[in-house]
């Protein structure tokens, strides 16, 4: 069972940043990882792609982030981060972990972390 575990969120000042991470077991019964990525939900509403990075690294942001929020992976340590600058009382959500693939049978799957609150005062 592939497990998605995210950690780092925590409350900041406007301004301030943050890094995310999402440590993920399991993989090895994938047959392939096409996309990782980070969502979020704010309340009220609905949950929207923060940043993903596909094979290869190609990397996509919201336009709301592009500039501020950085995705990486740690291949070794098979972790996903998510470095957050500059962050906005707007930034406010839980934000989620996603993983996206294969399975063995070559049917796809997605994944998802519990989420981690993060919070910017004004």
């Known amino acids: 069972q592939v497990q998605l575990v995210e950690s780092g969120g925590g409350l900041v000042q406007a301004g301030g940043s943050l890094r995310l991470s999402c440590a993920a077991s399991?993989?090895?019964?994938?047959?392939?990882?096409?996309?990782k990525g980070w969502y979020r939900q704010a309340p009220g509403k609905q949950r929207e792609l923060v940043a993903s990075?596909?094979?290869?690294?190609?990397?996509n942001y919201a336009d709301s982030v592009k500039g501020r929020f950085t995705i990486s992976t740690d291949s070794a340590k098979n972790t996903v981060y998510l470095q957050m600058n500059s962050l906005q009382p707007e930034d406010t959500a839980v934000y989620y972990c996603n993983l996206g693939g294969l399975r063995v049978d070559r049917r796809p799957q997605t994944y998802w972390g519990q989420g981690t609150q993060v919070t910017v005062s004004s």
């Open positions: 990075i596909g094979v290869g690294g190609t990397t």
């Open positions: 399991g993989t090895g019964r994938m047959l392939s990882i096409n996309t």
